[in-house]
């Protein structure tokens, strides 16, 4: 008996989840990013002193909430995503529903910091620490606005409450890309706002 359970999962394939297509961006992006994320420590390590009084002008509160809403967002996309698999369509629709309100909760803290420092006279020509702080977070926040239209997407097809096994590879993708920024974000939250 315990035989033949081993065969049958030996002959069933392991199915990576979603589509090639968005590993293949992922691993793009990750490597973008660690180019990024290296010029940005080679440039701290040129002028330590500029980026540690640069850095202490950072508001930490507002990159923690936004670690803990992006962390509350994969929650929401990854319970989100076993829902659908199991085609309860209507609970995956509210967890989306629920990633989608994270993300905006992470926009509107993002645009409050950038108009705080832009109010306080400081752009991208103050230093480089701020080159690179506008650069690396703007970039980031692109890829979070990109995450949101994929949820709006995610969550308009889930409204049908009608899950095809097509449509668990769209929703995976989507789960995956959305991983991907949260992600990058643990990463910039600690790279910009804390280490020194």
Not at 8 to 21: F, H, V
Not at 46 to 63: C, D, I, K, W
Not at 79 to 84: F, M, T
Not at 132 to 154: E, K, Q, R, S
């Amino acid at each position: 008996m315990t035989d033949s359970v081993s065969e049958k999962q030996a002959a069933t394939p392991t199915r990576i989840p979603g589509e090639a297509g968005v590993w293949l961006f992922v691993l793009g992006d990750m490597i973008l990013f660690a180019v990024m994320f290296g010029i940005f420590l080679h440039y701290r390590w040129l002028e330590p002193e500029l980026f540690v009084q640069s850095q202490a002008t950072l508001n930490t509160s507002y990159g923690a909430i936004n670690v803990l809403l992006l962390l509350t967002s994969s929650w929401f996309v990854a319970s989100a995503v076993e829902r659908l698999k199991k085609n309860e369509a209507r609970e995956g629709h509210q967890l989306l529903m629920g990633a989608f309100a994270c993300g905006t909760g992470f926009s509107v803290i993002k645009l409050l910091e950038y108009s705080e420092k832009i109010g306080a006279g400081i752009t991208v020509d103050t230093n480089t620490f701020y080159l690179y702080y506008f650069f690396l977070t703007g970039i980031h926040f692109l890829h979070v606005v990109i995450g949101m239209f994929v949820l709006g997407y995610l969550i308009s097809k889930a409204r049908t409450f009608d899950v095809s096994r097509n449509d668990v590879a769209h929703y995976e993708s989507g789960g995956i890309y959305w991983h991907m920024v949260d992600l990058l974000w643990i990463v910039l939250f600690p790279l910009i706002y804390l280490v020194q």
